[in-house]
């Protein structure tokens, strides 16, 4: 059986994944912080991680990051329902395998799952499927407005410049991140 590890303060969170991930044959461990979930996942193996992002003390890129040093393997999901493109850049930069918005879409979920579990088990990031298709052209929509809110509001004061394309934004916003830690 495959154990995944849960972490998020929210008790009902934990208890719905918990039931829905047992009825598909998944080994469901529990924790409802950054701080417990470390000492969890050094108890036994786990095959993946899907952990909030807005948690205290430890916020969830905090728990990635230590659980990347530990388990550089190990793919990790997080989910919030505060999602920012500056937030889904860090997690990806930090090494998240994906990012999920609350509230959750059990399908997505899972096929997010699935996908990680096959990454690991194959070595090769299989093709993505037409929901994870859809979860990068909407990123990429997000991060384009995100860029383009923050342009001057008299456009006379813009320098003139070609929209890139979504991989292009996505290594500046890396690269933006990378500059203010």
Do not use: W
């Amino acid at each position: 059986m495959t154990a995944i590890l849960i972490v998020d303060d929210e008790k009902h969170i934990l208890n719905v994944l918990t039931k829905i991930l047992s009825m598909r044959n998944y080994e469901v461990a529990v924790s409802d912080s950054g701080s417990n979930a470390l000492k969890v996942l050094q108890s036994k193996p786990f095959a993946l991680m899907i952990a909030d992002v807005a948690m205290r003390p430890m916020d969830g890129l905090e728990l990635l990051k230590q659980t990347k040093a530990l388990y550089p393997k190990m793919p990790v999901i997080l989910m919030t329902a505060y999602g920012t493109v500056s937030t889904a850049v860090a997690a990806m930069t930090l090494g998240a395998f994906d990012y999920v918005s609350k509230p959750l879409k059990i399908d997505e979920l899972i096929d997010v799952m699935e996908h990680a579990l096959s990454a690991v088990h194959t070595g090769v990031v299989a093709k993505p499927t037409d929901a994870a298709t859809r979860r990068v052209d909407h990123r990429g929509r997000m991060l384009r407005k995100f860029l383009q809110d923050r342009l001057p509001e008299n456009t006379s004061q813009a320098r003139p410049c070609t929209v890139p394309d979504n991989q292009s934004m996505v290594r500046h916003a890396q690269n933006q991140y990378r500059s203010q830690t």
